[in-house]
């Protein structure tokens, strides 16, 4: 440990002045008491009177004889008394060295008081941050559970609606199978209804010639309107009999116009073009 010395306590100028000046001060007092006690002591001799006289004066009667006064001396004045300055001390390098390593023994103290005391408050912030901490990452976790158990339920849930979907989309179309296979059997009845209607029409309207045998089977290609009415009548496959041919020709152009269902899907079956099989007998 290093132990850093204060400065000295005394300089050597400074008690020098000072024991000079105190020297002085003491000599001066005492040159000026010893002029006042030689002054006080010294007295000025009395005046002396002198009378002449032309002839003796009778004596006086004698007076008793008077004793002298005693004479008092002054009593000596006290020598100044002159304080004696002690010479300076020279500093106590031990003393000075305990006081400086006591108060750098009180600094470490306070030093290290202070660092545990910060210390302290740092290990308490960071609990409180640790705290924190786990408490947010416990939301967090609770967070992430919830929406997982959300998105579960999410899954599960769209996952029954993709199946009620298929299903329904399975049951329409079975339905739209069903409805189509319905109608067409409704559209094939009409127009195989119509086509017996066309068919008999034509039947009626025929010159069979006299040559005919057995019941041959002509099939025509007709183009129609809308309305019903013949544009165009072809033989596409003839009976082998051509003048049973060309009457059944005759007799479709004869009964324009033919007979057409009013549902559009039976209609579509006969307009622009339909083809008819026709047999003298049925």
């Known amino acids: 440990m290093n132990v850093q010395a204060g400065p000295p306590l005394f300089t050597r100028r400074g008690p020098d002045v000072a024991a000079g000046a105190l020297a002085l001060v003491v000599h001066g007092v005492f040159f000026l008491l ?12 009395a005046p002396v009177m002198v009378d002449l006289w032309d002839a003796l004066p009778e ?6 004889p008077v004793e002298p006064l005693p004479v008092t001396e002054p009593a000596p004045l006290p020598a100044p008394v002159v304080k004696e300055v002690p010479p300076p001390k020279a500093p106590d390098i031990a003393l000075e060295k305990k006081k400086a390593e ?4 009180k600094k470490f103290k306070q030093a290290l008081e202070a660092e545990q005391k910060a210390l302290a408050e740092a290990a308490r912030l960071e609990t409180e941050q640790i705290g924190k901490a786990r408490d947010q990452q416990i ?4 967070k992430r559970e919830a929406l997982k158990r959300m998105e579960e339920e999410d899954l599960q849930q769209n996952m029954m609606n993709e199946e009620l979907a298929s299903e329904s989309r399975q049951i329409k179309q079975l339905q739209s199978r069903v409805a189509a296979s319905k109608r067409a059997v409704e559209v094939a009845r009409s127009v195989g209804l119509y086509k017996d209607m066309i068919g008999a029409k034509v039947r009626g309207n025929t010159r069979l010639p006299d040559n005919l045998k057995g019941n041959p089977q002509v099939k025509c290609l007709v183009k129609l309107l809308p309305t019903g009415e013949v544009l165009d009548v072809r033989v596409i496959q003839g009976s082998g009999n051509t003048a049973y041919d060309d009457a059944v020709e005759r007799a479709i152009r004869k009964s324009s116009p033919l007979p057409l269902p009013e549902d559009r899907d039976a209609r579509a079956a006969f307009v622009p073009e339909v083809t008819l099989v026709h047999r003298p007998r049925e």
């Open 102 to 105: 006591a108060e750098q023994k």
């Open 59 to 64: 004596p006086l009667p004698t007076a008793p």
């Open 139 to 142: 939301a967090v976790q609770k």
């Open 34 to 45: 010893l002029v006042f006690g030689v002054s006080w002591q010294t007295q000025q001799p």
